[in-house]
């Protein structure tokens, strides 16, 4: 009976061994395959930037312009000390259990883990709030869109914040004193994830970035880096 438990436990982790390599080489295929091969950035446009903590991904956009105004949705008084309101946020949506207790991949719990993996509705839009950022080399990229893609952008976010009944975001505390999460909508799962979320919407908008990007490298590879600076 051991010796048949054993073969059962090997079996299982080879089967198991298989599909997280499969999965890995279709990241790193999806990620290397292009969408909207075409586009070219502007000369002239709305200075974005694509960012990256190592584990998620989000696009940084100003909070006001004169093609959209996210103050309706993102109000001053949502923080609890309003004057750290910036003039810029840094938006991602993913699943709340990885949002809210790891920040980076050491956080990560099994339970919020394998929720992940399976799937969950239980999702967050995450805002932090900046001001005047600047790109840096390996964890924030410049992006300059167009009018016409920068609407399509924000059409798009927008579209994942859950509102009440009074048509108003629902926003609860972050990590800290610039940032919030907000009740969010959609269906993460290890196929659409975090990143997944971040390079769909680009896609959405016409921008070139990679077919699948599960994880941020893959996401972040479409956009090349700032010159060394010190920070």
């Known amino acids: 009976m051991a010796t048949t438990a054993l073969k059962i436990l090997k079996r299982s982790a080879f089967a198991l061994g298989t599909i997280i390599a499969l999965y890995l080489l279709a990241a790193l295929g999806g990620s290397l395959l292009p969408v909207n091969q075409s586009w070219q950035s502007p000369d002239d446009g709305i200075e974005l930037f694509i960012e990256t903590n190592g584990l998620h991904s989000g696009i940084i956009m ?12 993102i109000r001053p008084e949502d923080l609890q000390d309003p004057s750290r309101y910036g003039s810029h946020i840094l938006v991602g949506w993913g699943h709340a259990g990885v949002y809210r207790h790891a920040r980076e991949w050491t956080g990560l719990r099994p339970a919020d883990a394998l929720s992940a993996i399976v799937g969950s509705d239980d999702v967050l839009v995450h ?4 001001n005047y950022p600047q790109a840096y080399p390996y964890y924030r990229r410049r992006l300059i869109v ?18 009440d009944d009074h048509y108003r975001s629902q926003p609860s505390p972050g990590y800290g004193k610039d940032d919030l999460f907000y009740q969010a909508s959609g269906h993460y799962n290890a196929f659409y994830t975090c990143n997944n979320w971040t390079g769909d919407v680009l896609q959405q908008a016409g921008i070139r970035t990679g077919r699948w990007t599960p994880f941020q490298g893959g996401v972040m590879r479409w956009f090349p880096k700032a010159p060394n600076r010190s920070q």
């Open 127 to 130: 805002v932090y709030h900046l």
């Open 146 to 163: 167009s009018e016409a893609e920068y609407r399509k952008i924000a059409t798009a976010i927008e579209a994942r914040f859950a509102l």
């Open 62 to 73: 100003p909070i006001w312009s004169d093609v959209h105004d996210w103050t309706p949705l």
